[in-house]
Structures are given as C-alpha cells and as structure tokens.
C-alpha cells in the first residue's frame, strides 16, 4: 500500500489540526513511545505507522494533505442514503431500484 486510505487520512488530518505546526514530529513521538492509542482515531494512526511508516510520513507534503481535505470534503458532502465507496456486500444502495 502506498497511498493513505480515507480513514487514515481523515487521523492525519484531525492530529494535524489539533497539533498545530510540528504535529509531524508529535506525531512519530507517540509512535514511538506508543501514546497514539490515546488520539483520536489511534487505529488509523498506528495503521498508517505499520502500513506506510515514518519515512512516508516525513515525506508528505502539505499541499498532499490539504488535497486529500479537499477530496474528504467533497465525499462528506454526498447525500448520506448511499455509501461513496463501493457496498462490500454486494448488496444494492436502498435507492437504486
């Protein structure tokens, strides 16, 4: 896996805002001291840890995460009686007739 998933970035984005400037570093710190299980979204966080690590996070620009903001957004703000991403169950949307 190379690229977040939408609740992985929906963790970085949270932690970012509510770590302001350097969240990057505060960031790897609970990685590496295991306080991320006490964040918001800690599963998210530590998943983005094991699946894409420390590195691919030092390497993610801004303009990556304000682009992947603007993409959650965009997907927040589709009607709620349908899933944005595919039904895993193959069951239908209730409204698809």
Not at 13 to 33: I, Q
Not at 74 to 86: F, I, M, R
């Given at each position: ?6 609740e ?22 609970k ?52 899933p ?14």
């Amino acid at each position: 896996m190379n690229e977040p998933t939408v609740e992985m970035w929906r963790a970085l984005l949270d932690f970012r805002e509510r770590h302001g400037r350097y969240w990057k570093r505060a960031l790897s710190l609970k990685w590496m001291n295991g306080s991320d299980e006490f964040e918001h979204f800690s599963a998210s966080l530590r998943m983005t840890r094991n699946q894409l690590g420390p590195t691919w996070l030092y390497a993610l620009r801004p303009a990556a995460l304000d682009a992947a903001a603007r993409r959650l957004a965009t997907l927040d703000s589709e009607p709620d009686n349908c899933p944005a991403e595919p039904v895993v169950s193959g069951e239908p949307c209730p409204n698809d007739h």
